[in-house]
């Protein structure tokens, strides 16, 4: 059964640090790309981060310097470490297994997770 369990999220303080884990059980995840998207309320969900099979990383512009995606194929888990966290940053986080070839075409996806970041 494919899943994708994530943990972390919560309400943090401006600047504060958050990790967003997500343990996946998806046929060849080696070698997908795995994605970190994010919904705001009132907004369109949008890519955060990805990570491709061989390591190579995108983020979008808001979140550069602050937040880091990383990988461990050998326990089938993406992670989103989240620094510096500003209010702008508040959404529903969820991961993402791509289709295999792409990069944010997701397959499968996480359950979602609040993040709320206070001023």
């Known amino acids: 059964q494919v899943r994708l369990v994530q943990s972390g999220g919560g309400l943090v303080q401006v600047g504060d640090s958050l990790r967003l884990s997500c343990a996946a059980s998806?046929?060849?995840?080696?070698?997908?790309?795995m994605d970190w998207f994010r919904q705001a309320p009132g907004k369109q969900r949008e890519l955060v981060a990805y990570i491709s099979s061989t390591g190579s990383t995108y983020y979008i512009d808001s979140v550069k310097g602050r937040f880091t995606i990383s990988r461990d194929n050998t326990k089938n888990t993406v992670d989103l470490q989240m620094n510096n966290l500003e209010p702008e940053d508040t959404a529903v986080y969820s991961c993402?297994?791509?289709?295999?070839?792409?990069?944010?075409?997701?397959?499968?996806w996480g359950q979602g997770t609040q993040v709320t970041v206070s001023s």
């Open positions: 998806v046929r060849a995840f080696s070698s997908r790309t």
């Open positions: 993402a297994a791509a289709f295999a070839g792409t990069t944010s075409t997701p397959e499968y």
